[in-house]
């Protein structure tokens, strides 16, 4: 471990000088890309990455990490790491190491990273106890207790156990911290140490079990992260510590969600001609007000909390074609997805557009995952399959990255078609009665908020 964990730690104690050497200034940029005159620029592998939204650079990163190849902090700052990490995947994949990725190869990326993530039920969370927000692998760790002192995640047998405490110290350092992280408990054996004057890390061996253990302090308060696994579950928890290192925030400034937006924009998908629409629930969430457009105001009369599907319903609105919800397999692995983009990405217009997205399993579930993501506006969208079926509704989520969350970027999931089926008949709606076509029995969703 101390190799993986070695790397992670330079790139968190050397952030802003990895920035600067990872991303030259315009004129070093164009230096580097120079050639001989009446030869063509060539773009460099980091050129490509800093092109890209920081978003979907951290989320490479994360995916990456997961996948064992990136030991770097995952803070979407382009690195040479990350792109030897890159270049290492596709030689795994048994493909051209370009350190760029295509497509088909982001795509592979981002389904066997989630497919771990699953596994290991990653979630970020905001410990009640401590206040700190960190990652957790939920199915590694299902036991949890918490006290005054903070919160303990542990396996049904204890080979994994994570740690994060809490208390006060009259004028800690990190330094002392760390010596003392080094003597409790007795029998700890440190082989790799990192002070800095605002964190400090040590990993060695703890018996015959591997720890980990992060530091930091804020005035008197000290909080310490420790993660502690037997040797023969390294391969599964290592790339978890990377996950949770970039992940910890011991004094988040704001350790609730991010604030939702005062007007938030979605499509829904009208499934009875008396006003049912099925939409996203997330997005239809803490609203004042629900507009169905053009229609008028609309009630939330259901939720399904597990699937994030809500049921709207519009009263006294004339000429309603709703879709039948008939679909039960997609006929082959790509959608038509039908929906209505937010505002700002149509120029201020309100039109019906289509996007095509490729569908593949997420985990042990039944959602599915949809790429490329539609653009804003298009979660609670209908999904036609190649023999224009009903194939499910479209969502748009946070991914839950491993790095901090403020750009978390979006993914797309699929809610199957029996889902959507059920939710809405078990809601008194007759789910397969509708005959229009998606273009026409799609809606504009606006929740106003305040």
Known sequence: MRSVLTATLIFVATGAAAQAQSTPAPAARAKQVATSPGRP?????????????????????SDLAWVGQYNGA???DVSERMVEAIKEYQKVLSDKPTGVLNPKQRSVLAETARHRQDNAGWRIVTDAATGARLGIPTRLVPQQTSD??????????????????????????????????????????????VVKPDFFVLSGLQGLKKFYVRGTFQG??????????DQATENIVEPVVIAMSSAFNPFPVNAGPAPRKSVEYGTGVIVSDDGAVVADRQITDGCLAIVIAPYGHA???AEDKDHDLALLRVYGAPGLKPLALAGDRLAGNGVELTGIADPQNQGGANATSSAKAQVSPIGVGNDLALSPPPPPGFSGAA????????????????????GPASVAPLQAVLIPPQIVRDFATSNGVN??????????????????RK
């Open 41 to 61: 620029a060539v773009q460099k592998p980091a050129d490509t990455a800093n092109a890209m939204p920081q978003a979907e650079r951290q989320a490479i990163q």
């Open 74 to 76: 995952i803070s979407g």
């Open 148 to 193: 005054a002192g903070g919160t303990k995640w542990s396996s049904a047998t204890g080979t994994i156990q994570i740690q994060l405490s809490r208390r006060k110290e009259a004028s800690p350092t990190t330094a002392k911290l760390a010596e003392r992280e080094r003597k409790e408990p007795a029998g700890r054996n440190v082989d790799y140490t």
């Open 220 to 229: 008197d308060e000290v909080r310490i992260l420790t993660i502690l696994y």
């Open 299 to 301: 009630d939330r009369v």
């Open 383 to 402: 999904a036609l399959d190649a023999d224009g079926r009903f194939a499910g509704i479209a969502l748009l989520k946070p991914v839950a990255v491993a």
């Open 431 to 448: 789910a397969t009665g509708g005959s229009a076509g998606a273009k026409t029995s799609v809606v504009r969703v606006i929740c106003v």
